[in-house]
């Protein structure tokens, strides 16, 4: 059988420790990875976005996280992070078409992920059964 890749099509997989520099790392990779591919056009967005779902998967959980850069066609890119906990938050257990309202100016959290919702064009998460955590993704260009 015969496997074919559509053109501009390419995947990177990283697989982090739990360390408060892992974040660091993961936008270190983005930098390299699409300097690589001529990507600079959603270079800073997709290192924005990627530290803060990395970041989160270092203070909301215990163990490692995987970091998915994907090519995916129509100049579309896909940024995923697992982590070990199950539980998806806005506003990623939301539609794209729902918007969340801003954090708190004075509360402690909430801008990152809302970052996402302002700057990624389409995003979603998936709980993974049996214990294995979740799976947070976002997509720009195209």
């Known amino acids: 059988m015969v ?11 990283l697989r982090l420790p739990h360390d408060p520099r892992a974040a660091r790392v993961a936008r ?7 300097g690589g591919h001529g ?28 970091l998915r850069l994907t090519a995916v066609g129509d100049g579309r890119l896909r940024v995923g992070v697992w982590d070990s ?12 078409g729902h918007r969340l309202p801003p954090a708190p100016a004075d509360g402690e959290g909430g801008r990152g992920l809302y970052l996402v919702q302002e700057y ?23």
């Open 3 to 13: 496997t074919v890749t559509p053109p501009n099509t390419w995947s990177y997989a």
């Open 28 to 34: 270190m990779t983005v930098r390299a990875v699409l």
């Open 39 to 66: 990507r600079q056009e959603v270079l800073d967005t997709v290192e924005l976005l990627t530290s803060e779902l990395v970041a989160n998967a270092y203070l909301h959980t215990e163990g490692p996280a995987s």
């Open 85 to 96: 906990d199950p539980h998806i938050p806005a506003p990623f257990a939301k539609p794209p």
């Open 120 to 142: 990624a064009d389409w995003w979603g998460g998936w709980p993974l059964g049996g214990g294995g955590g979740k799976l947070l993704w976002f997509e720009v260009g195209g």
